[in-house]
């Protein structure tokens, strides 16, 4: 397909337990976004990637989160030690980057519905 | 710091009735605007998006937006709603010199048939 591909798209785990949570974004797109969703909520910013450039992660909630890039295509949130307030869909988003202009849309995967027990 | 908001965390209306969905924005700057939907358990997918080269602007589904600077409103409507646009939208905005989005909180809208 020529969408942006998240797995797997449900997730169950115990609390205190990783998680990895795979994005495979369109061909070309240079720009990664991962966001997080909870009940009831908007989209919280977790991090972006730019090309080979340093990823933003200032939106990553604790040091138990973390992603990478490789290759500049897919991605990879891990989530260590995983808490019950854990328990959301993450998104994943792509787009053609900054660097043609900021007003390249983002396109989303259907997300991972992630939920600790 | 920027800010989206989206007046109205559930919004009902009639098939067929005119659909309104606010939106507001807070930058000295305007910003690049975005509307998207999501439907159950998937994605976002983009229904329009503004970027000055006109005030108002045409997307998939019938849905059109206005930017509003002096209002600093960029609100979605539809003249005739459908069963099948009953979905969750979200107004999302970037200004210059960044790539994040700031979201809004999203609207629910519902279709009574």
């Known amino acids: 397909g020529a969408g942006v591909s998240q797995s797997p798209s449900n997730k169950v785990t115990e609390k205190g ?3 990895e949570l795979r994005c495979d974004p ?16 908007g989209l919280e910013f977790l991090i972006y990637f730019q090309g080979n450039s340093a990823p933003d992660k200032s ?5 138990r989160f973390s992603a990478e ?10 989530i260590q ?3 019950q307030e854990d328990s959301a869909v993450y998104l994943c988003a792509s787009s053609l980057g900054a660097l043609e202009g900021l007003d390249q849309p983002q396109h989303f995967g259907d997300g991972t519905r992630l939920s600790i027990l | 710091a920027q800010s989206v908001t989206q007046l109205g965390s559930h919004v009902s209306v009639s098939e067929g009735a005119l659909v309104l969905l606010r939106c ?3 930058s000295s700057v305007p910003p690049y605007l975005f509307w998207y939907v999501q439907y159950p358990n998937q994605g976002l997918q983009l229904l329009l998006k503004y970027t000055s080269a006109a005030t108002l602007v045409k997307g998939i589904n019938g849905f059109e937006a206005e930017f509003k600077k002096s209002e600093t409103s960029f609100h979605l409507t539809k003249p005739s709603a459908h069963m099948s646009d009953a979905a ?4 999302a905005a970037s200004t210059s010199g960044t790539y994040k989005y700031i979201f809004g909180t999203g609207t629910r809208l519902k279709v009574l048939a």
Do not use: M
């Not at chain 1, 369109?26 to 909520?41: C, D, E, K, P, V």
């Not at chain 1, 939106?59 to 040091?63: E, I, R, Y």
């Not at chain 1, 890039?69 to 891990?78: I, K």
């Not at chain 2, 969750?88 to 107004?91: D, K, L, S």
């Open chain 1, 81 to 83: 030690r995983t808490q």
């Open chain 1, 17 to 19: 337990k990783d998680v």
């Open chain 1, 59 to 63: 939106g990553l909630p604790s040091d």
């Open chain 2, 24 to 26: 507001n924005y807070s």
């Open chain 1, 69 to 78: 890039r490789t290759g500049g295509s897919v991605s990879t949130l891990t």
């Open chain 1, 26 to 41: 369109i061909s070309g797109h240079t720009a990664l976004y991962w966001y997080r969703q909870s009940l009831g909520q």
């Open chain 2, 88 to 91: 969750e939208y979200f107004c």
